[in-house]
Each structure stands twice: as C-alpha cells, then as structure tokens.
C-alpha cells in the first residue's frame, strides 16, 4: 500500500514539475533580449532675433556650423537617424532631429548641450517619437 501512494506521489510530482517547466519554457524571455533602443524628436525654433538674416552675427554663424558638425558625428554613431528643416523663411522655418537611445535622458543632454541651443539661437522641445514607416536608402 504504501508503495502505491509513493507511486501517485512521484506521479503528481512529476505532473505538477512537467507543468512548471511548460510554463517557464512558454514566458518570454526578456533577459536574453536586449531592450530595444527608443526613438525621440526634437524640434528646434530659431529665436525671434534670427528670423531676418541680417541680424546673424559671425559668432551666431559659428554656433550653427558646430551645431551641424556635431550633428554629422551623431549620424556616423548611429544615434541620430535624419536631421532637416522647413524651407520657409522667418518664424514658419523649424527643424527637426530624430534620435534613437536607450533612454531619453541622453537625448535630452544631447540637445541641451546643442551649440545652438546652449548659444541661444534656437529653442527646442524633446518628444517620444516613434517612425512608422521609412524609405529604404540605396
């Protein structure tokens, strides 16, 4: 008799640890993936001043070309994925830099620490931001 129990209790045992390990086989398995970079925009306005181009300064000049030179370094490193802006002139013009990173603090610093931005030419606002759809380059 006491055989027979023993063999209903290996039996459920076994049931229950089959079950146990079908269930952890079927969760997902998020350490061994690694989390998937966000994407941000931010969009960049120049200040008021800026609107007429008679009013850029030589050093406004140089800020810009550090701010597009800095920008030319985040493509090579894969962080930025495009960078542009409108063609209209005056307060309509408006850029905008899209971003992929880990985390949005890194984005926030990168656009913080933007020569144009620190130097007061432009203003910018930092969004999530997700591409639904992007044309392959040849």
Known sequence: MCSLRMKFFLLDVSIAMAGILMLVQSLPAQESQPEKPKQ???VLRLVSRL???ANWTEEDKKALQRDFVRFQ???KTGQLILAGRTSESGDKTFGIAI???KEEAAVRKFM?????V???LMTAEL???TVALE????
């Open 127 to 129: 969004h999530p931001f």
């Open 135 to 138: 044309r392959k380059n040849p």
């Open 99 to 101: 971003f992929q990173a």
């Open 40 to 42: 941000f925009i931010y």
């Open 118 to 120: 620190a130097g007061g």
């Open 112 to 116: 913080e620490e933007d020569p144009a």
């Open 73 to 75: 370094e985040a493509i």
């Open 51 to 53: 609107h007429a181009d």
